[in-house]
């Protein structure tokens, strides 16, 4: 494979040569073991050509020199109306070339202009081996005379002059600064063109710019061809081809050679698919891709042979029912025809067979140039599909013609041959541009075609690894050194007499010119821009194999940063994004672009609620309902940054997407201290902190906006009732005992009877309010309660008798006398941080005292028995951020104690919960510090007392920075426990976490 190709290519070179087969012949030593075999097949390849009649470029440049060479020669008059011939950078001279205008410049003035080189031997090594060619001929010149050019100045000189220099400037020196020039990296090419479009397109609209003030050039245009066609199309940029657009390139021409790909992919699912999905063959108009892949993919094909499609599809239409199974007959019908009539062409193996075959498929198919696009330019559209397609008419009637004329009829060159000869005459031709008199569009060029041009903005394009600078053909008859040893012994066996020409008549480049010409190339293309430079290189190809980027960004990069680390090389490159939709919407130029972004911003809530309205208005604004899709649309702008802010696990992150719907009311906080501060004089209290501290949005809802959870009538007595009941009955009984003087308890008969007869009297009470429920229930439920309060005051008298402690007072209230009368003494005060005070208020159920050690205990009922969440609750790290009741019920009682002259001084305090339902009493009081008298809270940490220090660690530092959170407005929705909440419906954060779990 390749050979061909190969022998050909070598056969054009030796024709540039000059080289005629009796000279090959000549020609010893350069390849032993090939050179006869070459010679030969030289031979008979000019034999042939002559026998025919026919000519190669080869033998028509050996004619025009032999012709030139002559002494008769004379100047013809096409030529002699001119003064001079100016060959302007043209740098490589063949030997046909050189003996051209060494012949020319015999009779008229030739002058060859070129940059002038400096000592860039990359750039201009290549200039000047050639030009030596021509130095060489000394007196034999003629007329022929060399100038240098000097590169055009402007805001790109510096990149002009310091592109391929090996010692470039320090850092220091650098006057590379602020060049107009970028590089793009890019995804893919795809989304390469679709940056140089947006790019041409934000240039020309920023004012002053033409559409031909643009170049957009490529070494190879083949990859990039059609994206161009297809990108600039889409974004409405007038643009052309300079050579016209390869007609293999053409979506339409394209379509139809997926017919050889899908027999090469040996009937390949997705390749058979494209053909279905095509909009240029008529035949599947009537039935749908999608539909079409689902069963496919549904009967496991993957490819093979048009039987074992058959059976497969059969097998899966056999278990669909109704309207589906006669949609998939209807799909596998028109599939099976087609693999059957693919199969027969690739049995064609004689030219006029595989044409015929060829020709009925597309009439089966029919093909047509009248595709279903309506979009942008769909007239041009049309237009060039036209076009492809009489082009592929024409191309296969020629082709029959040729095959007549030179009687291959009979000749069995087999499917693949016939199909590449057809390509690859398809892929000769080009398709011409519609509109081509307006002068004022983006040019895209082959690099070659710009070269001595000027545009004020280039794009050079394509420069990935292996395309610029281009791969040498690796498939050469000759390595590297037989080239050399060729160049050598053709000089030997030369017979011209005139040594001077000697250099000029070297046959082949060496591989290291071939690498200079490709940077002379690219330094030439560089020469051609004017004020602005872009270069750009993509990642990967469109089938996902990456690609590396070319050198040259490298020797770019030297002069743009100089001296710079890697890190800081990679910077200058702009990486642009995965999708042209990531960027904002009114910089997408292309409409169908805009709708893609339109939907994604509208499910991914990525843009502002108003610049959507605005960019769905433009769309449907007036339409039947808009008013109430507008209201839609800012609800669910508002959901999505709700979410937004309860899936970000980031705290810092998340204070930042707080906003009023997730309840920072930050921007409210007069009013919230108007109510606070003002209406309610800055007095909190412990719950309500609490409340604060296990989730700030559940403070919002119950203490500021005052809301309360719906009480839902119920048979039994809840929770919440059964703890009041017990409480008042705790209460009273205490009271009496108090009162009468019979503590510490001692667990007499009498004690017990007092207790039954408190809570017998507290029933019925309850029962006249109607909060007993159901009766007949509660009957049953009495003597459980009553037991419940005996074993209650078993645990009172053993923890008594153990640990001391003795009620002194039950529901004590502290606040001032004008919010409750029944105030046994004024809140707490406490200092703020930011100054001023704030008062805590609380209602305490029990403070009990141990007059041998001053100690005191403040103890709260709980009817529950969860030991370890009461344990968390008066943890140290707790109190204060989630846990406030037993530090501020410590403060209180503090006060309360030496106010009633209980006590002289407190040393000591502890704090916490009685769970009154647990019959242990070591289990029963949960307290601050763990119950052990060493570690008794000595009032330190509480920051209690005369001059105590207060800083943010101490109980009270903590309780002003809460404060100073609930007056700023804070609310944030972020739990720390969610457990006996009234507002999960109302801040939704439980729903949405579920939500964005399911998601991820
Ligand atoms: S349910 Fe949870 S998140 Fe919602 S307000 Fe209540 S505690 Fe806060």
Redesign the pocket.
């Known amino acids: 494979p390749g050979f061909l190709d190969s022998i050909l290519n070598f056969f054009d070179e030796l024709g540039a040569g000059l080289v005629a087969p009796e000279l090959l012949s000549e020609v010893k030593g350069y390849a032993p073991e090939k050179e006869k075999e070459i010679a030969r097949l030289y031979t008979a390849y000019q034999r042939e050509l002559v026998k025919r009649g026919l000519y190669d470029s080869g033998t028509l440049r050996h004619g025009l020199i032999e012709a030139l060479s002559s002494k008769k020669w004379e100047l013809p008059p096409s030529l002699k109306r001119f003064e001079s011939i100016r060959l302007i950078d043209i740098y490589q001279f063949t030997p046909y070339r050189f003996e051209l205008f060494k012949n020319l410049a015999i009779r008229m003035k030739v002058t060859i202009v070129l940059p002038t080189p400096d000592n860039r031997q990359r750039a201009f090594g290549f200039i000047v081996s050639n030009i030596s060619k021509f130095e060489a001929l000394g007196e034999q010149a003629g007329q022929l005379e060399i100038k240098f050019s000097q590169a055009g100045g402007g805001g790109l000189l510096a990149l002009k002059e310091r592109i391929f220099d090996l010692s470039p400037p320090d850092k220091e020196s650098d006057k590379a600064e602020g060049l107009p020039v970028k590089i793009l990296s890019c995804h893919s090419r795809y989304r390469e063109m679709e940056e140089v479009g947006a790019s041409i397109i934000e240039m020309v609209k920023q004012g002053g710019r033409r559409w031909s003030d643009f170049a957009v050039v490529f070494r190879d245009i083949k990859p990039y061809g059609a994206i161009v066609d297809d990108v600039f199309n889409r974004y409405s940029i007038p643009f052309y081809f300079k050579r016209g657009l390869s007609l293999g390139q053409n979506p339409l021409i394209r379509s139809a050679l997926s017919l050889f790909g899908a027999i090469n992919a040996g009937y390949g699912r997705d390749e058979i698919a494209r053909i279905a999905g095509s909009s240029y063959f008529g035949r599947f108009a009537d039935i749908d891709i999608d539909d079409a892949q689902t069963l496919y993919i549904e009967a496991g094909i993957i490819d093979g042979e048009p039987s074992v499609w058959r059976r497969k599809l059969k097998k899966t239409i056999a278990g669909r029912k109704g309207a589906s199974r006669d949609k998939a007959n209807r799909i596998a019908n028109l599939t099976q025809e087609l693999l059957d009539r693919l199969n027969r062409l690739k049995r064609q193996n004689r030219p006029p067979q595989f044409l015929d075959h060829l020709t009925r498929l597309f009439t089966w198919l029919k093909l047509s140039p009248e595709s279903q696009y309506s979009g942008p330019k769909s007239d041009i559209i049309r237009f060039r599909d036209n076009n492809a397609y009489m082009q592929l008419i024409d191309t296969v009637s020629q082709a029959r013609q040729a095959v007549e004329m030179m009687k291959m009829g009979s000749s069995p060159l087999g499917f693949e041959v016939i199909r590449d000869m057809l390509t690859g005459q398809i892929n000769d031709r080009t398709t011409p541009e519609p509109g081509a008199a307006d002068l004022n569009r983006v040019q895209a060029l082959n690099i070659h075609d710009v070269i001595g041009l000027n545009f004020n903005h280039l794009f050079i394009c394509g420069l990935n690894e292996g395309e610029f600078p281009l791969r040498a053909q690796a498939r050469s008859i000759l390595t590297e050194e037989e080239r050399t040893a060729f160049n050598k012994a053709h000089i030997e066996a030369w017979p011209a007499a005139d040594p001077e020409a000697r250099k000029g008549r070297r046959v082949f480049d060496r591989s290291s010119d071939k690498w200079q010409e490709e940077s002379l190339l690219f330094f030439q293309a560089i020469k051609a821009a004017g004020d602005t430079v872009h270069f750009t290189y993509s990642l990967q190809e469109l089938d996902g194999t990456p690609i590396m980027r070319s050198l040259f960004i490298d020797d770019v990069l030297d002069v743009l940063a100089p001296g710079a680390s890697t890190q800081e090389r990679e910077n200058v490159i702009l990486h642009t994004g995965h999708l042209a939709i990531a960027k904002e919407a009114f910089l997408l130029p292309d409409p169908e672009e805009q709708k893609a972004k339109l939907l994604r911003d509208l499910f991914r809530g990525s843009a502002s609620e108003q610049s959507l309205e605005e960019r769905i208005g433009q769309i449907a604004r007036g339409a039947p309902g808009w008013k109430r899709f507008t209201t839609l649309l800012s609800l669910a702008a508002t959901e999505r940054q709700r979410d937004d802010y309860f899936i970000e696990p980031d705290p810092e992150k998340k204070k930042k997407l707080a906003n009023i719907y997730n309840a920072s009311l930050t921007s409210q906080k007069e009013k919230i201290n108007s109510l606070l501060v003002g209406k309610r004089k800055g007095r909190y209290s412990p719950t309500a902190l609490e409340s604060f501290g296990?989730?700030p949005?559940?403070y919002f809802?119950g203490k500021t906006l005052g809301l309360e959870a719906v009480e839902e009538p119920e048979l039994e007595m809840d929770a919440r009732g059964a703890g009041t009941l017990n409480h008042a009955v705790l209460e009273i009984f205490y009271k009496k005992m108090i009162k009468q003087k019979r503590l510490p308890l001692t667990g007499c008969d009498d004690e017990k009877n007092i207790l039954r007869d408190t809570a017998l009297k507290e029933f019925e009470k309850f029962r006249r309010k109607g909060l007993l429920g159901d009766m007949a229930i509660w009957e049953a439920q009495e003597e459980k309660t009553l037991s419940a309060l005996i074993r209650w005051h078993d645990a009172e008298v053993e923890d008594q008798r153990k640990n001391g402690f003795i009620p002194v007072g039950v529901e004590v209230v502290f606040d001032f006398k004008s919010f409750d009368k029944n105030s046994d003494l004024d809140p707490y005060l406490i200092s703020m941080p930011g100054g001023g005070g704030r008062h805590l208020t609380g209602r305490v159920d029990r403070i009990d005292i141990r007059a041998d050690g001053n100690m005191l205990r403040v103890v709260d009922y709980k009817s529950g028995s969860n030991a370890a969440k009461y344990k968390k609750m008066v943890a140290r790290d707790n109190l204060g951020r989630v846990s406030f009741q037993p530090g501020v019920y410590m403060l209180l009682a503090r006060d309360w104690v030496m106010s009633k002259k209980m006590m002289d001084n407190v040393d000591s305090m502890r704090g916490g919960y009685r769970l009154i339902h647990l019959d242990e009493a070591v289990k029963a009081y949960v307290m601050t510090d763990g119950g052990k008298e060493k570690e008794i809270d000595d009032g330190s940490y509480l920051g209690a007392g005369n001059g105590a220090e207060q800083t943010p660690e101490t109980f009270e530092g903590q309780v002003g920075s809460a404060i100073e959170k609930i007056e700023s407005g804070q609310f944030y929705?972020?739990?720390v426990?969610?457990d006996y909440?009234?507002?999960?419906g109302?801040?939704?954060?439980?729903a949405t976490a579920k939500q964005s779990a399911q998601t991820d």
């Open positions: 296990q989730c949005f559940r809802a929705v972020s739990p426990n969610c909440c009234d507002f999960p109302l801040c939704r954060y439980i």
